[in-house]
Nanobody, 126 residues
Framework: QLHLVESGGGLVQPGEALRLSCAPS????????IAWFRQAPGKEREGVSC????????HYVDSVRGRFTVSRDNTKNTAYLQMNNLKPEDTAVYFC???????????????????WGQGTQVTVSS
């Protein structure tokens, strides 16, 4: 099982940016699709972005499209989520997850992701 570690969360003001990182404790990230999920208090976990393994194609949900950018650096064995123009409604615990089948789907079915990180808190508040 691929264990993932997220980092980069924090407290920022509306309009500011953060970059989250996702790195495995072992094995190689490049063969997995990597998705970012978030969970706000009292809400269900939702997928927000995904990058495939085959061609680095990406997917974003409407609420973050144009503000968030998912990427990977295979030389560093790390995936990233660049979050710009953050809004209070982006406040949540953010998780990265790995899909061994390598593809991204718009439904972000959590059962298809075999490994998860522990989450990193992102708080957007003035």
């Amino acid at each position: 099982q691929l264990h993932l570690v997220e980092s980069g969360g924090g407290l920022v003001q509306p309009g500011e940016a953060l970059r989250l990182s996702c790195a495995p404790s072992r094995l190689t990230l490049r063969y997995y699709a990597i998705a970012w999920f978030r969970q706000a208090p009292g809400k269900e976990r939702e997928g927000v972005s995904c990058i495939s393994s085959a061609d680095d194609s990406t997917h974003y949900v409407d609420s973050v499209r144009g503000r968030f950018t998912v990427s990977r650096d295979n030389t560093k064995n790390t995936a990233y989520l660049q979050m710009n123009n953050l809004k209070p409604e982006d406040t949540a615990v953010y998780f990265c997850a790995a899909n061994p089948y390598g593809y991204c789907k718009a439904d972000y079915d959590t059962s298809e992701f075999s490994s998860w990180g522990q989450g990193t808190q992102v708080t957007v508040s003035s």
